[in-house]
DNA sequence: GACAGGTCGCCTATTACATCA
DNA sequence: GGTGATGTAATAGGCGACCTG
């Protein structure tokens, strides 16, 4: 996987390679919006529907892997991206000189080190940088042993993965090194932020669906309590206010258990007009199909779910 | 063609650290 | 200044896909 450009390429070789990189990186960005490389969404409730993905972010921000990213960043007025990157001071690490060696996991970026001063995005402050620094160092020592030290990404690095998260939820390799380059991070690094990125997206999102889910399980416990009320309603009903009335099947509520539809089961053979037609339309008692509405001749009241399918099985509407 | 071994990318759970109230 | 809560960078382990001999 690794590119392997670091070592024995000349500097107009390294240039013309990476000139022949980034149209590749950008003919793979064209070919993954044409083909429609759906967004990773969830099935219920996007969090972030895919409008809000316009074509465009990627050059507002001038990912590496669009045209002169730096351009388009001043074009696009952003200031901070262009003057930080002017400034020129490393964010996060000192590529170090082991970096350079070949199967080191820092190889991939020390080859772009040449360009780091130029395009990466810089730390809000020198002080903050030679923290930063320190951090990285410290990231480097880690892996000769030493205890981990966490650095936190500035905002400007923040924003633009999210940015670059926004245009796809994964990255192909091109992409993650060519972000790391811009960066000014490991690939690693990148690999690891999109990782906790869609982590966090997906417990999000799982939060919402369960916040949903109980609001539907709220509205299905009233009005199933409502239509108990009812039904009680209606049988003191008959028996108080219409002597003259025929006499009406006793009904027997019952309910499902997993989803708590309730079923009518019709007990008596007496019928009245309403029942008969009733019975017509397809019979009282059948499993999820009785309905209130034709018993009494009724219009049908809203009901969440009551189309054909299960309620667990169908909240996506 | 089937299979084992290696590599890679991703997911998930967890840890470790930085920051803030 | 100490402390707990929170956010998040980083790690570890597992799994599936793919490639190669």
Redesign the pocket.
Known sequence: ??LGLSLGYGRREEEEEEEAEEEEMMEDMEEARSSGEPP?QLSLLPSVPAHRFPSSSSSRLGFAWTADNTAAAAAAGNGSLVASAARGFDV?RVPSAEDAEEGSPNSIASSFRTDFSAIGIAARGEGVAA?RAS??RA?DE??NGA???????SKEQ?AFLEESFKEH?????KQ?VALAKQLN??P??V??????????T?LKQTEVDCEYLKRCCETLTEENRRLQKELSELRALKTTSHPFFMQLPATTLSMCPSCERTTTTTTTTTTTAANAAAANAGGSGSKHASSFASLFRKKPRFFPFVSSSHPATSPAS
């Open positions: 996987m690794e990773v996060n923290e951090s990285a990231s880690e892996e205890a981990r030290k966490k650095l936190r990404l923040s939820h994964t990255l192909n390799p993650k991070l490991r690693r690094q690999e690891v932020w999109f990782q906790n990125r869609r982590a966090r997906k």
